[in-house]
């Protein structure tokens, strides 16, 4: 059974306790990296607390909406983040599906919402469905027209389900023995994302014929929707969120150029430009947002 391993019970002084983070059975653990579940149902919001900001993420995800909806808010020019004032897009669909996101993302609900969304390594999901990641890329989409029947018997499955526990124990059970017929022969245990990008590299190398860099590269863009070198950077990004946060945690005064070395950037304006890209926002920025403002929700769910 899935296990809660964060809950923004532990917020910081202000905001609202409504994110949780939930960890597949260990069968699964390649297949899924994470659910998310939101609820704000019960709480009293500003107007701006409704935001929710999302890094870009090289995972594929399915949602579903139990209590209100959400919005997508669309930035008015490229390379700026979506705010209130934003032009509005409703979801495309009851369930959503969506690929590897490049971007940064900002949605917007209106009343008390509860919802979940299931994160699936690109790479699983494409060997469970046939969906291939790279035709998904940048797109949020109607679940219905593009997942097999028997995914959409399961999504309606987990709609009626009475708690978030029992919904993640029907999500897993559909799961479990689908990918226990289709994972690779030698899954990677943890899924890190520097981690995951090596172990793909390496099924490329051994999975087929031709082993040009061009052949190797389409291999990886076709399981998991990006290049690798894209992976690679988004593992660094990763380490030095997590290493930002072992120093906070530890009383610490964080120092990106510290958090820039180890990770393995070139140097702290690089690190500066690819959390930009990701997040939207300079490093400082971000974790201003992330003690300070409910929109950034998401983040703090992974300290």
């Not at 579903?64 to 934003?86: D, I, Q, Y």
């Not at 949020?140 to 124990?169: F, G, H, K, N, Y």
């Not at 990106?256 to 926002?281: E, K, P």
């Amino acid at each position: 059974m899935a296990t809660l391993v964060s809950s923004s019970a532990r917020q910081p002084d202000g905001l609202i306790p409504s994110g949780q983070l939930w960890l597949a059975r260990p069968a699964l653990s390649a297949c899924v990296r994470g659910t998310i579940v939101r609820s704000t149902v019960g709480h009293v919001l500003r107007n701006e607390d409704r935001i929710n900001r999302f890094p870009a993420a090289p995972l594929c995800s399915l949602s579903w909406w139990f209590t209100g909806r959400s919005e997508t808010l669309v930035p008015e020019r490229p390379g700026t983040m979506a705010g209130l004032n934003s032009p509005r897009e409703p979801m495309p669909g009851r369930w959503v599906l969506a690929g590897p996101q490049t971007r940064p993302t900002t949605s917007y609900c209106a009343e008390p919402t509860h919802a979940m969304m299931v994160m699936f390594m690109p790479d699983a999901l494409y060997q469970l469905t046939g969906l291939e990641p790279q035709a998904l890329t940048d797109r949020v989409v109607d679940a219905q027209t593009l997942l097999p029947s028997d995914w959409i018997a399961m999504c309606a499955a987990v709609q009626c389900q009475a708690d978030d526990a029992a919904r993640l124990e029907c999500l897993e059970d559909f799961l479990e023995p689908r990918w226990q017929i289709c994972r690779p022969a030698q899954p990677l245990p943890t899924q890190r994302y520097v981690d995951w990008a090596a172990h793909l590299a390496q099924r490329a190398v051994l999975s087929a014929p031709g082993r040009s860099l061009r052949q190797l590269e389409r291999r990886i863009k076709r399981w998991a929707g990006l290049p690798l070198r894209e992976l690679r950077g988004f593992g660094k990004a990763e380490q030095a969120f997590f290493d930002a946060i072992a120093a906070d945690t530890a009383g610490k005064s964080v120092k990106w150029a510290d958090v820039a070395n180890g990770a393995g950037f070139s140097d702290q304006s690089h690190l500066c430009r690819v959390t930009r890209r990701i997040t939207g926002y300079a490093p400082q920025a971000l974790y201003h947002g992330i003690h300070r403002e409910e929109a950034f929700w998401v983040y703090r769910i992974w300290e």
